[in-house]
């Protein structure tokens, strides 16, 4: 099954009901890119994991190279570049944190900035010269409210040549995504963090691993509600992606751009092409007592 779905990898995955999904492949690493079969771009750059290992941060012109050899091995189709997600469980040496009693519920993603923008402005400027040469997308992790929007809209500066977007990982983000979406191209779920914040089970403690299960209804709720009333286009580049049946639910609920891991890509692709997505009972999902019971549906 999977060297058929890898055979037929770059073909593009267009359900039964005729719907155009995008699969898309996330990047921590330049070799992500280079192994993705058949990605039609990439719908999220960790760029703390691409820079994760460098003791001093790099220069704008270190990230452009390195963003230039993701877009590269894409066949130059779109790459979705996430601005410094440090914090939590991601640590990065050239940006020291203080340390925090409760790090997931601390300084993460774009909060650290606010304080001291520096590492920041370095960085819009290297994704800025990059979409000067290839489609770029950006999208700022970790938002909360409409004043994070707003600044981060101005640190960005010039819009030209860019797509412009969020992280929906919050729940506060998701409930007024309407609110958070009115100045942005899309937002992208992040299933991982969104199921981490609202079944308040830490992502990384196997020992709540069972509750942390993002196709708990509630989590799909919050999905549903994002993709009826972001009013832009609605993508998913948490795990929840990589499994095809999850997938098909989500394409099924009206997300429109899948990022998954790149050996994955072929099979969500594949599971899309055999999808009739009018006959996906979301009803039922979104009803369902747990997370079990909705695997059962599928
Ligand atoms: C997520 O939270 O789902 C996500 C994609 O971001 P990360 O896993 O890097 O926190
Ligand atoms: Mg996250």
């Known amino acids: 099954e999977r060297e058929r779905a890898v055979a037929e990898a770059s073909e593009p995955a267009i359900t039964r009901d005729g719907k155009h999904l ?8 330049v070799q992500d890119a280079v192994e993705a079969r058949g990605a039609d771009g990439s719908g999220l750059v960790r760029t703390e994991v691409l820079f994760g290992e460098w003791r001093a941060a790099p220069t704008v012109g270190e990230q452009v190279d390195a963003f230039r050899a993701i877009a590269r091995a894409l066949d130059g189709k779109p790459i979705t570049i996430r601005t410094w997600d440090v914090g939590g469980d991601k ?4 940006l020291p944190q203080d340390r925090e009693p409760n790090p997931f519920l601390g300084e993460r993603g774009i909060r650290v900035f606010r304080r001291r923008p520096e590492l920041l402005r370095d960085q819009l400027d290297a994704i800025r010269r990059t979409a000067a040469e290839t489609p770029v997308h950006v999208m700022f992790p970790m938002v909360t409210t409409a004043d994070e929007v707003a600044w981060a809209l101005e640190e960005l500066g010039p819009r030209d040549n860019l797509e412009v977007g969020i992280m929906v990982e919050v729940p506060a983000a998701a409930l007024r995504v309407h609110t958070l979406a009115r100045d942005l191209d899309f937002v992208s779920i992040g299933t991982n963090d969104l199921t981490q914040y609202t079944t308040a089970a830490d992502r990384t403690n196997a020992a709540v691993a069972p509750l942390a299960d993002g196709l708990d209804p509630a989590v799909l709720q919050l999905i549903s509600h994002v993709v009826q009333n972001a009013g832009v286009r609605v993508a998913v580049c948490g795990d929840l992606a990589s499994d095809p049946q999850a997938a098909v ?3 099924a609920l009206g997300v429109t751009e899948l990022s998954a891991i790149g050996p994955q890509v072929p099979l969500v692709k594949a599971a ?3 999808t009739d997505l009018s006959q996906i009972d979301t009803a039922a999902a979104l009803a369902a007592r747990d997370a079990a019971q909705v695997r059962g549906l599928l």
């Open 272 to 274: 899309l092409r055999q």
């Open 22 to 29: 995008h699969v898309l492949v996330n990047v921590g690493v």
């Open 249 to 251: 639910l989500l394409a």
């Open 91 to 94: 640590p990065l040496p050239f």
